[in-house]
């Protein structure tokens, strides 16, 4: 699956989940008025102010993508997890638990053309890094990682110099 239409999947289900802990979910490119460092990513804003901007980023299938997109489909999709619901009770959010959520959205989306989603946290990337994030992979053989770019509490800035240090709980 290529970026852009990982994209549009991806907000489909972040729109079928609607969780009521989040009541912002645009995309940096109709972003108007917040990110334009990325290219493409999805910028999160909590009930609670708090702010999660996650970045995509695709690698090529391998011999790389040569004429038009290959659409590669298992059997069936991955069989769908519970999806947790956020709890910004305490007037703070988990990023952990956001993470968890997320990875519960695109695997419940019923794509046959994701073979598996990983939680970077959980160790389930491809390196020994545990910071929040999430790796799809595809029966063709591309990767898409969800990276979380900031995590940021009510009312603190973008800063360069904070890019991809996450904070537990913001």
Excluded at 22 to 51: C, E, N, S, Y
Aim: aromatic share 8%; with cysteine; charged share 25%.
């Amino acid at each position: 699956m290529r970026l852009s239409r990982f994209t549009t999947y991806l907000m489909g289900q972040i729109a079928e989940a609607a969780d009521p802990a989040i009541d912002l979910a645009v995309t940096f490119a109709d972003d108007t008025d917040q990110f334009h460092d990325k290219p493409a990513g999805v910028r999160f804003r909590f009930a609670t102010g708090a702010q999660i901007y996650v970045q995509t980023v695709r690698a090529s299938p391998p011999g790389g993508d040569v004429g038009g997109e290959r659409i590669v489909e298992g059997a069936a999709a991955l069989p769908p997890v519970t999806l947790p619901r956020l709890d910004v009770t305490s007037g703070k959010v988990d990023v952990a638990a956001f993470e968890g959520w997320l990875a519960a959205v695109v695997t419940n989306g019923g794509s046959r053309e994701i073979t598996r989603v990983r939680r970077h946290s959980l160790g389930e990337g491809k390196t020994s890094v545990r910071r929040p994030g999430i790796s799809v992979d595809f029966h063709s053989g591309a990767e898409i990682c969800l990276l979380f770019v900031y995590t940021l509490s009510a009312g603190q800035p973008l800063r360069a110099d904070r890019e991809y240090i996450t904070t537990e709980r913001i």
